[in-house]
Nanobody
Framework: QVQLVESGGGFVQAGDSLRIACAASGRPFNTYSMGWFRQAPGKEREFVAAITRSGAITTYTDSVKGRFTISRDNAKNTLHLQMNSLKPEDTAVYYC???????????????????WGQGTQVTVSS
């Protein structure tokens, strides 16, 4: 089992950057493939990005490609999401998620992940 705690959310202006993190504890972090999801008010949770347990392969939803970067530091048990050129439509609660497998093929559905953090709020003002 793994416990996930997100941090780093906040209130920013459109065009700003923000880096959020997910700290993992419990079983070895490098046994989990990881994902970021987000949920805006009144909307369903949506996939943002995912990374294999080695970190070699990443994937993104189209709306964040070229702006967001998912990365992981297995030595520090930490997952990151670097978000650049933020837009008001990026406003949401961001969740990290984990599943105990290689992550190949990349998992884009929330139902494919076993463990979830409590979320961190990101608000982008225009």
């Amino acid at each position: 089992q793994v416990q996930l705690v997100e941090s780093g959310g906040g209130f920013v202006q459109a065009g700003d950057s923000l880096r959020i993190a997910c700290a993992a504890s419990g079983r070895p972090f490098n046994t989990y493939s990881m994902g970021w999801f987000r949920q805006a008010p009144g909307k369903e949770r949506e996939f943002v990005a995912a990374i294999t347990r080695s970190g070699a392969i990443t994937t993104y939803t189209d709306s964040v490609k070229g702006r967001f970067t998912i990365s992981r530091d297995n030595a520090k048990n930490t997952l990151h999401l670097q978000m650049n050129s933020l837009k008001p439509e990026d406003t949401a609660v961001y969740y990290c998620a984990a599943v105990s497998d290689s992550g190949i093929p990349i998992r884009r559905l929330g139902s494919e992940y076993t463990y979830w953090g409590q979320g961190t709020q990101v608000t982008v003002s225009s």
